[in-house]
C-alpha cells in the first residue's frame, strides 16, 4: 500500500483529505490489495473526487509522478474533513465558490508552467522548432517547424498554433497547422493534428518542447490506421511514391510562403 499527498493550495476544502494532505480513499486504506497498480490508484481517485484541477505527488520509490485530478463524486457522510463536508452537504453555493477560487490559482499554476516551457526553448531551441506566445495572450502559442532533415520533409517551413487550456498541464493543448499540410493524421480542413499524446495518452509532464518534437516526428511517421485525412492515409499505403510528390509540393509551397 502506498501513501499518497496532495501538493499544493488545497486550504482545507477537500472532503476526503486529511489536514496534511494524505488521501482518504478506502483502495487507499482498509480495502487496499496487491494487484492495484498506479493506474489502477490513479484511476480510483480521479473517480472519486469532484474539484477543479489539482497537483498530486505520488511516490512509487524515489520517483516522484506529478497528477492532477478532477474531483468529482465526494463522499460527506464519511468525511476526512468535517467543515468541508459541511459546507458540501449545508451551503453548496459556498462550498462552489471556494473550488472557483482554487481554479483562479490553478491557473496561475497553468500560466506559471506555460513561462517556464517558454524559458526552456529561450534557452535551447530543440533544432528546427521554434515556438512563443502571441502577445498578451500565454494560452495561445506560435509555433514554426522545419522538415526533419532525409526526409520528404527536409527543406520545409510549417507554421502552427497551440491554444492551451486554462487547467494545462492537466488537459493538453489543440494543435492545428496554419500551413497547408498533406499528411494522414492532419485534417486538410482546418489543419487540426491528431496526434496520441494530444489526446488519450496526454500526461502533465509533457511540455511546449516535447509536445513541438513529437508533432515534428509525427510528419515522417503517421498513423495511416488512424486517420483524419483518408486520401493521404490512402496513398501513403498504396502509392509511396506519389505521396512524397505532394509533400515536395507543399515544402515548396512553404518557401514562397516564407519570401
Known amino acids: 500500500m502506498h501513501l499518497l499527498t496532495f501538493f499544493g493550495p488545497m486550504q482545507n476544502d477537500m472532503l476526503e483529505l486529511f489536514s496534511d494532505g494524505r ?12 494487484v492495484y497498480d498506479v493506474a489502477a490508484i490513479l484511476t480510483s481517485i480521479q473517480e472519486f473526487y469532484c474539484f477543479s484541477i489539482l497537483r498530486l505527488a505520488l511516490f512509487l520509490t524515489i520517483i516522484p509522478i506529478l497528477v492532477q485530478s478532477l474531483l468529482c463524486d465526494p463522499n460527506p457522510n464519511s468525511p476526512a474533513n468535517a467543515e468541508a463536508a459541511k459546507m458540501f452537504t449545508e451551503n453548496k453555493r459556498e462550498y462552489n465558490r471556494r473550488v472557483k477560487e482554487m481554479e483562479v490559482t490553478m491557473t496561475n499554476l497553468g500560466t506559471k508552467r506555460l513561462m517556464k516551457d517558454l524559458e526552456k526553448l529561450l534557452q535551447e531551441s530543440p533544432a528546427g522548432i521554434s515556438a512563443e506566445p502571441q502577445k498578451n495572450n500565454i494560452l495561445h502559442w506560435d509555433a514554426i517547424i522545419q522538415g526533419p532533415k532525409k526526409s520528404p520533409w527536409e527543406g520545409g517551413s510549417f507554421k502552427l498554433t497551440l491554444e492551451f487550456p486554462e487547467d494545462y498541464p492537466n488537459k493538453p493543448p489543440i494543435g492545428r497547422f496554419i500551413s497547408p499540410m498533406f499528411h494522414p493524421n492532419i485534417d486538410a480542413k482546418d489543419g ?17 518542447e516535447s509536445i513541438l518534437i513529437s508533432i515534428q516526428s509525427l510528419l515522417c511517421d503517421p498513423n495511416p490506421n488512424s486517420a483524419a485525412n483518408e486520401e493521404a492515409a490512402k496513398l501513403f499505403i498504396e502509392n509511396k511514391r506519389e505521396y512524397n510528390k505532394r509533400i515536395r509540393k507543399l515544402v515548396e509551397q512553404s518557401w514562397a510562403k516564407d519570401d
Open 23 to 34: 488521501i482518504c480513499l478506502d483502495i487507499l486504506q482498509n480495502q487496499w490489495s496487491p
Open 192 to 208: 487540426n493534428i491528431f496526434l496520441d499524446i494530444l489526446r488519450d495518452e496526454w500526461l502533465p509532464i509533457f511540455g511546449v
